[in-house]
């Protein structure tokens, strides 16, 4: 299953649907990587809602990608984590995800608008529809 | 009182085969489903489910596939007490090292080596049995309501973070 990779402005934002494979991992991570290079992204919004469950390999692939997207100097905020999600994941395993999480992609937008406008850069306008 | 479903073999059993990773998600979306349709609180069932992923995950990765187990099950100690237990079987070479491999962060396969710990402390009940020659067979349990409290509904909206768990 390919992740569809949107763009919002210099936002780019993918949701992720279903549990991903390996292959399907290592495909959304390269997707996603290239296109932060391509627009010079500036925030990374990764949707989890649509998950049935967290569980610890898919905690590596969101932390990782989470990682790799930061190494490019982006903002990256994970999204739909809800209540029970989070508190699964401390009973898991303390630091299972090592990347700012939101509840709902609303609240996640504005906390990487947020983080942009600290960092500073004035080329971020949030509503800029290209 | 709330209404149970008779937890007769019929409805109150499923038997899942693992084969590949692609085959954890149904096992672990049937475990959420089942709990919640026993009336478990979102965290609880999400509890569950997400052990069953876990260990579901472990007969993919390490045994060459393997059987999960959901059965609704009633505590012969207390009327009324509903859970949902998890047996998960293997043929696979079993664990050398229990104690190792529930230790958080130990993994032979470059994962993060937190599904054995995480899902013993997710679940209620959890215990092991592994040998070279049998392969590895897990039995744990998650209860509807956590034992110290008894009839009180529990919140569904993760607003209270008091511990849920029980002492075995
Ligand atoms: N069914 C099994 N058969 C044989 N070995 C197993 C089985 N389940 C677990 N193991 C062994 O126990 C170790 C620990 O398992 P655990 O699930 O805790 O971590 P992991 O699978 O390595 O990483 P994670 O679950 O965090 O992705 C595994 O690395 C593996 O060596
Ligand atoms: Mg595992």
């Not at chain 2, 499923?14 to 954890?24: G, L, W």
Request: aromatic content about 4%; hydrophobic content about 45%.
């Amino acid at each position: 299953m390919k992740i569809p990779i949107l763009r919002l402005g210099r936002i780019l934002l993918a949701s992720i649907q279903e549990d991903l494979t390996d292959t399907e991992a290592m495909q959304f991570q390269s997707d996603l990587v290239n296109e932060v290079a391509e627009i010079e992204a500036l925030g990374v919004a990764v949707d989890i809602t649509a998950l049935d469950v967290v569980d610890s390999y898919m905690a590596r692939v969101i932390n990782d990608t989470a990682s790799m997207v930061r190494l490019l100097g982006a903002e990256v905020v994970i999204c739909g984590v809800q209540p029970f999600v989070a508190m699964t994941l401390i009973e898991m395993g303390r630091d299972l995800i090592g990347a700012d999480c939101t509840f709902n992609l609303d609240q996640g937008l504005e906390q990487l608008k947020t983080r942009i406008a600290s960092r500073g850069d004035i080329r971020f306008a949030g509503d800029e529809d290209e | 009182m709330v209404d149970l479903p008779a937890p007769s073999e019929e409805c109150g059993s499923r038997r899942f085969s693992i084969q590949t990773e692609a085959d954890v998600m149904a096992v672990a979306r049937g475990a959420r489903q089942l709990a919640e349709h026993l009336g478990f609180s979102q965290v609880r069932a999400y509890h569950l489910a997400t052990a069953t992923s876990e260990l579901a995950t472990n007969l993919a990765v390490y045994a060459g596939g393997g059987m999960v187990q959901l059965h609704v099950i009633e505590d012969p100690a207390k009327a009324n007490r509903i859970g949902v237990e998890l047996r998960v079987e293997d043929q696979g070479p079993g664990i050398p090292d229990l104690a190792l491999a529930m230790t958080e962060g130990f993994s032979t396969g470059a994962r993060l080596g937190c599904g054995l710990p995480g899902a013993s402390r997710l679940m209620d009940e959890f215990s092991i049995d592994t040998s070279a020659h049998q392969g590895t067979r897990i039995r744990a349990v998650k209860w509807r309501q956590p034992a110290l409290l008894p009839t009180a509904p529990i919140s569904t909206e993760a607003g209270s973070l008091a511990p849920t768990r029980t002492a075995p």
